[in-house]
């Protein structure tokens, strides 16, 4: 099965993502990560990381919201091998932002008139036209934007590998996708939703899951 950990950056979706994997593992399950976007995977992960940075030759394709989304939308086409031989050797595949990441900040960045169309553009471009498989369970993980915001960027102090790039230093983009990732959370996009906060989080996907042992 296919669970998806979404947020804000700097919710801690990769701290939930490593403890979840310890607790399913101790309680006997097989599991599988994957984060998106794969910045090491010729070709698309170096373009897209240049394109966060704010473009060098790509910034015409950074300043629009589709031509953006549609290079991770690509990324994720171009995981499929990977992603399917992790589902078929797993019990459970943990993937750290996938196809609702697209929908909350493709949605953010756009004007607030095209903003509510969006999400099932993404829908129809990724679970349509590229045939992605559908998650079984999308999480939410709730953070005030303050606290995430304050993490991220001490958490860009410690380790320059790990630089803020420009969504992640654009607040105002920030609180629109946490406002977004609500209401895609309410209306259960695509698949069913739970919505979890930090230090609860663990225990209510493992509730959710019904697995009991740790
Ligand atoms: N449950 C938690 N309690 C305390 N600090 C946390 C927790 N989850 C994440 N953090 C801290 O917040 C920062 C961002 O977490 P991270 O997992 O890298 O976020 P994301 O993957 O969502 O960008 C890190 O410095 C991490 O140590
Ligand atoms: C995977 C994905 C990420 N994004 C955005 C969210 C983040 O602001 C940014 C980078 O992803 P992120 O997971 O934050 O990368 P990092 O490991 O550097 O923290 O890309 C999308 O807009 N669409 C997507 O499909």
Redesign the pocket.
């Known amino acids: 099965m296919i669970i998806t950990?979404e947020?804000?950056?700097?919710?801690?979706?990769?701290?939930?993502?490593?403890?979840l994997v310890a607790r399913l593992t101790a309680a006997g399950r097989r599991v599988a990560t994957l984060?998106y976007p794969r910045y090491d995977a010729e070709p698309l992960g170096p373009a897209i990381r240049t394109m966060l940075a704010g473009g060098g030759g790509l910034a015409a394709v950074s300043a629009s919201p589709r031509a953006t989304a549609l290079m991770f939308a690509l990324d994720r086409a171009a995981s499929r091998p990977e992603l399917d031989a992790l589902l078929a050797a797993s019990d459970v595949v943990l993937l750290?932002?996938y196809v609702a990441s697209n929908a909350a900040y493709g949605a953010a960045r756009l004007p607030t008139a095209e903003r509510a169309d969006f999400p099932a553009w993404i829908a129809d471009l990724e679970f349509g036209s590229l045939g992605l498989p559908i998650p079984d369970l999308q999480v939410l993980?709730r953070?005030s934007t303050t606290?995430?915001r304050?993490?991220?960027t001490?958490?860009a102090a410690?380790d320059p590998a790990?630089l803020r790039d420009t969504f992640?230093s654009d607040d105002g983009l920030q609180a629109r996708c946490a406002h977004l990732y609500e209401e895609l959370a309410a209306a259960n996009w695509a698949s069913p939703w739970l919505v979890v906060g930090?230090?609860s989080?663990v225990d209510a996907i493992l509730r959710e899951l019904r697995i009991t042992a740790s």
């Open positions: 950990i947020g804000v950056d700097g919710a801690g979706k990769n701290t939930l993502t490593e403890r984060a750290d932002r993980l953070v606290q995430a304050a993490d991220a001490a958490r410690a790990r992640e930090r230090e989080g």
